[in-house]
Every structure is written in C-alpha cells, then in structure tokens.
C-alpha cells in the first residue's frame, strides 16, 4: 500500500481569457466545456480515483463562491477533506502555504498534492501514475514538479529549463515565464524546455522550511489566520482581517524560482489548462469540417473554428480559424490564434467600469422593455398612494405616521423628521407625474407640521418628535437636514408658497452649523466629534442636485461638487470599485469590520446621483464611477438565491447583513435607469429584471398598498409593519421606471 498523499485543489483566478463566458462571479473552473460536468468536478473526481484511495482531498475556494463549491461537492467523497474558504484572494504562494499548515496540523509530514482546478487531463489513471513517479523524489525532500514535451512554440504557458535525468526524475535549471513566439520556438527546438502545469508535489516539511528560508512573511501571515480559523459542516473559514495581511505573492516567484534541487517528472498524461479559445477548439468534439459547435448555431461553409451560443441563435457563414462566443450581453469574436489576446478587451472594459466583466447575466431576465408597466402603473396609483394618503397621514396631531400595520393601521411611534421630509417629497414627486389626489393639501400639511413643531432655536431641525408633536430628540442631525432640504426642493417645484423661505433659512443652518470648519464635508450633528459618515453625505449631494433642479442656480452645483470632491478622494476605492461608509475623523476607513463594510444599496444610490451630477456639469468621467459602483454591487453584493442585494457586504464581497430591504432594490432600478444609455451595455433587461423582483419579493406578498421590507436569506419575510420611509424610495423608483418606458407604451 502506497503512502499517504494529501491532495489539495486550487480554485481561485477569474479565468479572464475565456471571456465573455469565464466572469468574476463565475470562473472558468465552474462551467462545463468539454463535457461531463464542470471542470471543478473533474478535478475532484480524479483525484478520488487514486488507486487505494489514500488521498484526503481539499479544495482551497474563494468564500463568495461557497455555495457553487458545495454544489460541485455534492456526492463526492473527499476521504476526510473537505473545503477551505479564502475571505480574499492572496494569489497562489498563500493557497500552498495554506494547505502545507492543513496538512502538518492534521496528518504530519505527509506528501502534498497540489493541483489548478481547471485542467483538462486525459485519465485519472495516467494522472496518477505520473504522480507516483514523483514520490520518491518528494520523499527525500524535494519540490517536484511536472512538466509536458511541448508540441508546438506555446506563446501562453510557462516553461521549465531540466538538465541531468535519473531514473525519470530530471533535475530543474530554470522556469521561464510566458515566452514571445520566436523564444517558443527556439525552446521546441532545444528539447530540453517542457511546459510548466502548476502542479506540485512535496513533503509537507519540505515546503515549510522554503517558507521559512524564502518567504518567513507569507508563511507566519498564513499560520495566523489558519489558527484562527472557524470550521463548521461546510468548511473552515479563515478570518478576513488576518487573510488579508497576507502578502500576494505566486508560488512560481515566492519559492519555486529560488529553490534549489527542484525535480521535475514528464507528465505521462495529455494536458491542456484550456486558457483559451483555441485550446477549447483543440479538445472540444469536432464535426467533419473541425469546428466546435455549441449552443444555439448555425454554421454553414466553417473551418476549424470554435462556435458556441449561451443564449439567442447565432448563425456564422464563411468563417474560419475563428473564435465566434456569444452570452445573452456580450459576443466575442477573433481569430483562433489571437484569442488570447481577449485579456486586453476585458483590460479596457475594466477601466471603462463595464459590467460585463464582474456578473453573469440571470437566466430569467426579461427582455421585453415596459413589461411590468401595468403592474407598477396599477400600483402606484390605484394601491399604494390612495392608502398612504389616507391611513398614513395623522390628520389628529399632524403630520404622517411613521409605519403601518399589515392590516393597513397606523402604529403608534416617534415621528422622525426624515420619514416627515420623505412623505412629503413623494407626495410631490407623485402630483409632477400626473397623480389626482390631494398632493398640494399632503405636502402643505407636512410643511405645516414640520416647520411648526420640528424647528430648533437656531433654525434647524430636530430629529425626533413624539406622536402628538412634542420634541423626542432635539440632534440637529445632518442626515435629516439633507431630507429636508430634499422635500423642500420638490415642495418648491410643485408650488408651495413656503418651501423657498424654509430652504434657504436650512441652508443658513446648514453652512453656519454642520459645515467642517476644515471644508472637508459636514459634520454628523452640530456637535459630532470622532466617527464620520459618506451616507448623510450622499443625501446632502441628492438634495443639492434637487435644489439646483428646482432653482437652475450654480451655487447649489458647487455644493454638490465639493460632496463629489470627497467621493472621488476618499469615499471610493479603486481597487474593490466599493464605497466605504465609515470613516475616523481624518477620512481615513475605520479599523475593523466597519471600516470593511459596504453596503450594496449606497453603491446604486451613488450611482444615479453620479450619473445626474455628471450629466448637469459635463464631468462625463463620472459616468465610469457610476458603471463600476453598480458592477460592484451586482458581482458582490446581492444574494443568488433570491436576486436581492444584502444589506451589507466586505470590500471582497463576503456577506456582511444578510437580510435584503426593500429600499436597495428600489435603488438598484434607479441606478440602472440612470446608467442605461451612458455608453455601456443595454440595461433595459436588467430593469426589467429588477423591477421584477422588487415584486416578487417584496411588494406581491404584502397587502394591497403595503410591501414586505425585511426579507431573510431564504426568502422569507422578517417584516413586523411597513415604515414609511421606504416609501419614497419606492415612488421615486417606480415613476421613473414608468418614465423611462413611456415610449413603450405609446
């Protein structure tokens, strides 16, 4: 019986150079493309078929793919392994180390296996036999390495230099990075080059005195966040904080490159990493002419291309030695000897902040522009707003209740100045959109009740007051002042004789009390000190715009480019394309999990709010921040399982609050609306989409006029009444759905 060999499968990388199919929210490793399962499950499934099946298997995953992984798990024995989930990716040398501290803790100085998940490799039997060649040589302490007699001067994979042979095994010059054609060729020709498959093979020991020699920084990271790790049925997960400190690094430049006394064994199996289009042409099924065919296709007069449809019918005549793909919103199209070359189209599409490189489209999108038209329409104006003009309104002590019962009856609660400030803008939105009710008499009677129990001495207004007007909670609270000044804007719009007065008396406030005195934004409250905030922030931008919409003049403008000032320097992330939400008082992220949190409704309200700023000062730019938040919040933010966004998840995307509100649904139809036509993809199906599910979740289980606000990770609702300040959020999202497809209807 042979020893003990600990294997461990790599699944990390986006897999770029199989787009548009390979995506960040679905990698490479998880679809089917030569048949028989995904490749993720192909892998699994050979190194189960060891012969005496003395291979533990573990899979080293990205945590926001956990369910996937479970998926392709399901059924498999993996011999007492199980899935270990990075929170973030720290490249390959962190993964290696990783299973190198699984394998010493769990089954001593045991041989390690490490293997990519996305190869194709001809049998399991073939696979195996190689590995066992290079026992011996791991045995006595040596990284072992595998390599394949190229075929032809291979531009894409990486090479390895070997000198002396003994007994098979033969000793490591060099490795070579990703050569030019006529380097390739020169290699072919030398005999001596063979092509590197990134699988290794040692003694747990011997790998961990590498790390200790070459690269002590990456390995005592690793061992921190290991010995914190939590483990449940699923998995074991490491803490993101201790994860993240580890340095990125590959495995090919932390150890192998420095390493002395490497063995490299031919691999006496077929290989392909299937990195391309050309190399699934290579071992796809080929008709009589050499194409590969899949999907939706109609070729006629083809040769030797690779032709393949996710979704509508693609028909092709003519071609040859290309590369035709098409998903439901992208088609890429080349020559089969170029098709590597797609890692430059999704290069520029990432600086572009196009969608199509983050998330897979759903299967159930609708197509069909303005088909929830009726629905919305029979909504709005025949359930909702005949219900909330009535029963939410406290006609007794005035003003608007702040919820309601699912049985339609006011609740008896503290009345917030923004829930005030939101009805009344709703109100008003919906008389400008062509509503018959008593608008004018709602937002006068807010106004009325606002200015008459709401104001502070020094002209602004409080945060709370009780049921019968009485003040609760005098904070000048700038979050609520940016409501105010919003319903004040639309007030005005509509004709309300007081609205201008009340507005520039709260701009009055606004400067001489919540400004930074450092002019870096404003201040929580009129006596905050230490934690700061981008939300208030944002609403201040959604009001300065609305005051600029309702005055035409420019100082309102300036306003809002200041807030735009502090987004682009401090709120947004490059690298996540996230917007953080706490912040010390120096800008700088909080420490800790706040400092990490994002929360996905922010990232479409921004969205929207950029694009109107972009569109009033002709900073087109923003439209690119604006593209990239709302890919940041489709890729990372929502849950499969329903299609709705989380409430709150890390920068890397792992999920933070898992119950979905209804608000950022809301959101993410505005965001769309706003960012379809601004030169990126046709987003008329993700409304669609989006307003689609608001429904389905939300709004069509509730009563007539109601909506369910909290719903679980399962779909199921947490909702105990229906607060009314998610009632703009929904008026304002639904009119401009109802606007933005008028012509639909027409």
């Not at 005592?220 to 074991?236: C, R």
């Not at 987003?683 to 689609?692: H, M, Q, T, Y």
């Amino acid at each position: 019986m042979s020893q003990r060999i600990v294997s461990f499968v790599m699944s990390g990388g986006v897999g770029s150079r199989l787009w548009p199919l390979s995506r960040e929210d679905n990698p490479k490793q998880f679809h089917d493309l030569s048949g028989d399962g995904s490749m993720l499950a192909k892998t699994l499934r050979r190194l189960a078929a060891r012969p005496d099946r003395q291979t533990p298997i573990f899979l080293i995953a990205s945590e926001r793919h956990a369910e996937r992984v479970r998926a392709d798990l399901a059924g498999l024995d993996l011999a007492g392994g199980g899935p270990l989930f990075e929170p973030t990716g720290r490249n390959t040398a962190a993964a290696v180390a990783l299973a190198t501290l699984r394998t010493l803790s769990e089954f001593g100085d045991s041989l390690v296996l490490v293997v990519p998940s996305d190869h194709e490799i001809s049998t399991a039997g073939q696979f195996w036999q190689s590995v066992e060649a290079g026992a011996e040589a791991a045995r006595a302490g040596r990284l072992v390495v595998f390599g394949i007699k190229p075929t032809q001067p291979e531009t894409g994979y990486g090479y390895i230099e070997v000198s002396a042979e003994k007994r098979g095994v033969f000793d490591v010059s060099r490795f070579v990075e990703k050569p030019d054609l006529a380097t390739a060729q020169g290699y072919l020709e030398a005999g001596n080059f063979y092509w590197n498959t990134g699988i290794f093979l040692f003694r747990a020991g011997a790998m961990r005195d590498a790390f200790a020699k070459f690269q002590p920084d990456i390995w005592q990271a690793t061992e921190a966040a290991y010995k914190a790790a939590t483990s449940d049925l699923s998995g074991l997960y490491m803490p993101l904080e201790l994860y993240a400190a580890i340095p990125s690094n590959s495995i090919d430049y932390a150890i192998m490159e420095r390493a002395r006394d490497i063995a490299m064994v031919p691999a006496g199996f077929r290989w392909n990493d299937l990195g391309s289009w050309q190399s699934l042409l290579d071992v796809g099924p080929a008709d009589d002419q050499g194409n590969v065919i899949v999907g939706d296709v109609v070729a006629i007069d083809c040769e030797n291309s690779y032709i393949r449809s996710d979704g509508r019918l693609l028909s092709a005549i003519g071609m040859k030695d290309v590369a035709i793909v098409s998903t439901s919103d992208a088609t890429f199209v080349a020559p089969v000897s170029h098709s590597q070359h797609v890692k430059k189209v999704v290069e520029q599409l990432e600086k572009s902040g196009r969608l199509e490189t983050r998330f897979t489209p759903a299967h159930d999108r609708v197509i069909e522009s303005g088909a929830w038209r009726r629905r919305v329409h029979h909504w709005l104006f025949q359930e909702t707003l005949p219900l909330w003009s009535t029963s939410g309104v406290d006609d007794r002590h005035g003003g608007f209740h702040e919820a309601l019962g699912f049985d339609g009856s006011p609740l008896v609660k503290p009345k917030r100045m923004r829930t005030q400030a939101r009805q009344v803008y709703a109100f008003a939105v919906a008389k400008d959109r062509g509503w018959t009710g008593p608008a004018e008499r709602l937002i006068a009677h807010g106004i009325d009740f606002m200015a008459g129990k709401g104001r502070t001495e020094r002209g602004g207004w409080v945060r709370t007051l009780n049921v019968d007007g009485a003040v609760a909670d005098a904070t000048e609270d700038a979050y609520d002042h940016s409501c105010v000044l919003l319903a004040l804007a639309r007030a005005h719009m509509s004709g309300n004789p007081d609205a201008l007065r009340l507005g520039e008396e709260t701009f009055a406030f606004l400067d001489a009390h919540l400004e930074d005195r450092r002019m870096t934004g404003f201040l929580e409250t009129s006596d905050a000190e230490g934690e700061r905030r981008s939300n208030p922030h944002m609403h201040l931008l959604e009001a300065f715009l609305a005051w600029h919409q309702a005055t035409g003049e420019r100082a309102h403008l300036r306003r809002a480019a200041r807030i735009i000032d502090l987004f682009r320097s401090h709120f947004f992330d490059p690298e996540s394309w996230t917007l953080g939400e706490y912040f010390d008082d120096e800008w700088k992220p909080l420490a800790g999990e706040k400092g990490a949190l994002t929360e996905p409704g922010h990232h479409f309200e921004w969205a929207s709010l950029l694009v109107d700023f972009a569109g009033r000062s002709g900073q087109a730019e923003l439209n690119g921040f604006a593209r990239k938040l709302y890919a940041s919040a489709i890729a990372n933010g929502l849950n499969r399982a329903t299609g709705l966004a989380y409430g709150a998840v890390s920068r890397q995307g792992l999920p933070l609050d898992l119950i979905s509100r209804s608000w950022p649904q809301a959101e993410a139809i505005k965001a769309a609306i706003a960012l379809d036509g601004t030169g990126g993809p046709d987003l008329k199906p993700e409304i669609e989409a989006r307003v689609g599910r608001l429904f389905r979740w939300h709004i069509d289980p509730a009563p007539i006029g109601l909506w369910i606000d909290r719903i679980d990770e399962r779909g199921r609702s947490l909702a105990s009444d229906v607060p009314a300040s998610i009632f703009y959020h929904l008026v304002c999202a639904l009119t401009q759905y109802l606007d933005g497809t008028a012509a639909d209807a027409a």
